[in-house]
């Protein structure tokens, strides 16, 4: 099927990441001509890259002059703008139950995560009141919709992505026009490249035990949903929804 993506400028957040790199390297495979945001990944972004023809663009997302000065390099590096994935975010590693956890972690964990996808949204939508048009994907996840014990700063961040952020975003585009959509896909159990060696069968055993699909997924499946959801062909009446790419998730095991 022809996405109709050919041509189109893309621009995602995080790009430089596990989950990131795929998203990019999908809507390359479609035709359109990406921008790789990172923040520190400067390496990584600049040959991803080049590797598909594309640029990429430092911003420091929980900077408002930062993000805000993104959406104008984007549209000028790529002669136009019709896409964002909003990927970027952080998990922090520590399990930290919420009795322990510092008002520091909590204020950082909801920065990189929500802060830094309002600022990305607000941006574009700003730019979508000029063109009329637009594609706006949140990345959210499984911990937002079903909670994870010893994250509730991330879990949190997550569940607004997926909840009032995103129903009342796509309201707000509507009043832009018709064609400005907003969407969220929501990642379960994803085995990226540098966490595939440490992968145990135990773990898996462990991770999809609330899961039909007896298996973890994998960046591609997340990538190929962020292009279904940006194509207009395919998904022009889809607003307001929320595509959990979990296996089948009905839980989390405590």
């Not at 035990?209 to 940006?230: E, I, N, R």
Request: net charge negative.
């Amino acid at each position: 099927m022809d996405t109709g993506l050919t041509g189109k400028g893309v621009l995602v957040t995080g790009g430089a990441g596990g989950i990131g790199t795929e998203i990019v390297r999908a809507f390359a495979a479609e035709g359109a001509r990406v921008a790789v945001h990172y923040r520190s990944s400067k390496e990584a972004a600049e040959m991803l890259a080049a590797q598909v023809g594309g640029v990429a663009l430092c911003a420091d997302l929980t900077d408002e002059a930062e993000a805000d000065a993104l959406i104008p390099a984007a549209v000028a590096a790529l002669g136009r703008l019709d896409v964002v994935c909003a990927n970027a975010g952080w998990w922090p590693p520590d399990d930290e139950p919420i009795w322990e956890m510092s008002l520091e972690r909590w204020r950082a964990t909801i920065d990189a995560n929500l802060t830094t996808t309002f600022l990305t949204a607000r941006a574009f939508l700003r730019h979508a009141t000029v063109t009329k048009t637009g594609s706006l994907i949140l990345t959210a996840s499984t911990a937002g919709q079903f909670g994870e014990a010893g994250h509730v700063d991330y879990a949190a961040a997550k569940g607004a992505l997926q909840s009032g952020f995103l129903l009342t975003l796509k309201n707000e585009a509507a009043r832009i026009g018709n064609g400005v959509r907003v969407n969220a896909i929501n990642p379960g159990w994803i085995v990226t490249p540098k966490k595939e060696a440490s992968v145990t069968p135990e773990h898996v055993e462990w991770a999809t035990a609330t899961m039909s699909l007896k298996k973890l997924g994998k960046p591609h499946d997340v990538a190929t949903q962020a292009v279904m959801l940006a194509s207009d062909v395919v998904s022009g009446h889809l607003s307001g929804q929320v595509v959990t790419v979990a296996g089948g998730m009905e839980g989390r095991v405590i």
